[in-house]
């Protein structure tokens, strides 16, 4: 059973810039075989899909954060991150990390397809 546990959402102004972590811990078989995401939910929508990333190192970005956010995968300390820059206010949700060893990057927009998340992390954009 993956465990994931997510760090790094504070209160920023719009502009600013945020890295959240995720550090992943009882994962069979092993760390770097798992294919990661960000997803976000604000109060009153739905979940969606920001980035993830596959054991191959390839990406995929949500078109609303695409040149502002990036996702990395870091193997040796199986933590993911999420680098957000030029935040705004329309950023403001709860961030979760999520991982699964056959959804795909192509699946990032469906949040069925991962089956381990973590609690979730507050970010929220003043403007």
């Known amino acids: 059973q993956v465990q994931l546990v997510e760090s790094g959402g504070v209160s920023v102004q719009a502009g600013g810039s945020l890295r959240l972590s995720c550090a992943a811990s009882k994962y069979p078989p092993t760390y770097s075989h798992y294919n990661m995401a960000w997803f976000r939910q604000a109060p009153g929508k739905e979940r969606e899909g920001v980035a993830a990333?596959?054991?191959?190192?390839?990406?995929n970005y949500a078109d609303s954060v695409k040149g502002r956010f990036t996702i990395s995968k870091h193997n040796n300390t199986n933590t993911l991150y999420l680098q957000m820059n030029s935040l705004k206010p329309e950023d403001t949700a709860m961030y979760y990390c999520?991982?699964?060893?056959?959804?795909?990057?192509?699946?990032?927009?469906?949040?069925?397809?991962?089956?381990?998340w973590g609690q979730g992390t507050q970010v929220t954009v003043s403007s």
């Open positions: 990333i596959a054991s191959d190192g390839s990406t």
């Open positions: 999520a991982a699964d060893l056959t959804a795909t990057i192509a699946t990032m927009s469906e949040p069925e397809w991962w089956t381990y």
